[in-house]
């Protein structure tokens, strides 16, 4: 059972759907700009911030690595890139997102390298010790039960790898705390609306950033998850965060 305020936020309020549910189609109807406004919203930032996860992985060569909620790939190819995984496998409940990163994949000629398929985080279709590194970019937020999520992560991780998981934070300077409140609560809705013709979803990040347990609460959540040496480190004056732990 989901016990945290996040597992509860969705994208449509009005909607009988499970979290899931909501979240994949909310993603497939804005897979189209998706890049385009992550770059737009963060002013480039992201990039910087996805270099910085990627680098906890540490420097030796991993042979299997899996990206949960892979969206359009980019940490993928991104990961490929920086430390050339011998094999990377992408999972996520999109489609549509999905859709789009095979395309950016086989522009690079990776398609023998990177391979996204759909899977959820609460049921991840490989056996037990099947990679030797794991990485999460914004997507632990979008997870219906984020103990159970990071359980199965757990589970298909060899001993000695390490989980990297990069998510928002709210910053806790009290000058700049507002000008991000504003940032996020009207601003982010607001382009997002123009761009994807979606105002909910990007209602949604703000509302499920809001409610994420950040911070030592999500290192506990780990911990409890059976990762151990567990940290955290803050981005941006706190609005970005990179937490690792190992199996």
Same mark, same amino acid.
């Given at each position: 059972?989901?016990?945290?305020?996040?597992?509860?936020?969705?994208?449509?309020?009005?909607?009988?759907?499970?979290?899931?549910?909501?979240?994949?189609?909310?993603?497939?109807?804005?897979?189209?700009?998706?890049?385009?406004?992550?770059?737009?919203?963060?002013?480039?930032?992201?990039?910087?911030?996805?270099?910085?996860?990627?680098?906890?992985?540490?420097?030796?060569?991993?042979?299997?690595?899996?990206?949960?909620?892979?969206?359009?790939?980019?940490?993928?190819?991104?990961?490929?890139?920086?430390?050339?995984?011998?094999?990377?496998?992408?999972?996520?409940?999109?489609?549509?997102?999905?859709?789009?990163?095979?395309?950016?994949?086989?522009?690079?000629?990776?398609?023998?390298?990177?391979?996204?398929?759909?899977?959820?985080?609460?049921?991840?279709?490989?056996?037990?010790?099947?990679?030797?590194?794991?990485?999460?970019?914004?997507?632990?937020?979008?997870?219906?039960?984020?103990?159970?999520?990071? +359980?199965?992560?757990?589970?298909?991780?060899?001993?000695?790898? +390490?989980?990297?998981?990069?998510?928002?934070?709210?910053?806790?300077?009290?000058?700049?705390?507002?000008?991000?409140?504003?940032?996020?609560?009207?601003?982010?809705?607001?382009?997002? +609306?123009?761009?994807?013709?979606?105002?909910?979803?990007?209602?949604?990040?703000?509302?499920?950033?809001?409610?994420?347990?950040?911070?030592?609460?999500?290192?506990?959540?780990?911990?409890?998850?059976?990762?151990?040496?567990?940290?955290?480190?803050?981005?941006?004056?706190?609005?970005?965060?990179?937490?690792?732990?190992?199996?």
């Amino acid at each position: 059972m989901s016990q945290f305020a996040h597992d509860k936020v969705v994208p449509y309020s009005q909607s009988n759907a499970s979290k899931k549910e909501q979240v994949a189609s909310m993603f497939d109807s804005i897979a189209k700009k998706y890049d385009f406004l992550n770059r737009f919203l963060s002013l480039g930032i992201d990039q910087g911030w996805r270099k910085k996860a990627i680098a906890h992985l540490g420097k030796k060569p991993l042979n299997h690595l899996l990206d949960i909620a892979t969206g359009t790939a980019d940490m993928a190819l991104m990961a490929y890139k920086l430390i050339h995984p011998a094999k990377i496998t992408g999972i996520d409940i999109s489609e549509g997102m999905m859709e789009y990163g095979r395309i950016k994949i086989a522009q690079k000629k990776l398609d023998q390298i990177i391979h996204l398929q759909f899977g959820d985080s609460t049921e991840i279709p490989f056996g037990e010790k099947s990679f030797d590194g794991a990485m999460v970019a914004f997507g632990v937020r979008n997870f219906a039960d984020l103990e159970k999520g990071l +359980k199965e992560i757990y589970r298909v991780l060899q001993p000695g790898s +390490k989980l990297v998981v990069l998510e928002f934070s709210q910053p806790t300077s009290f000058w700049f705390k507002p000008i991000y409140t504003l940032y996020m609560k009207w601003i982010t809705p607001t382009v997002g +609306k123009i761009f994807s013709g979606n105002k909910e979803a990007y209602a949604y990040l703000n509302e499920s950033v809001i409610a994420f347990p950040e911070g030592n609460a999500f290192l506990e959540v780990l911990s409890t998850a059976g990762f151990k040496n567990v940290h955290q480190e803050k981005l941006t004056l706190g609005i970005c965060s990179i937490y690792i732990g190992s199996k």
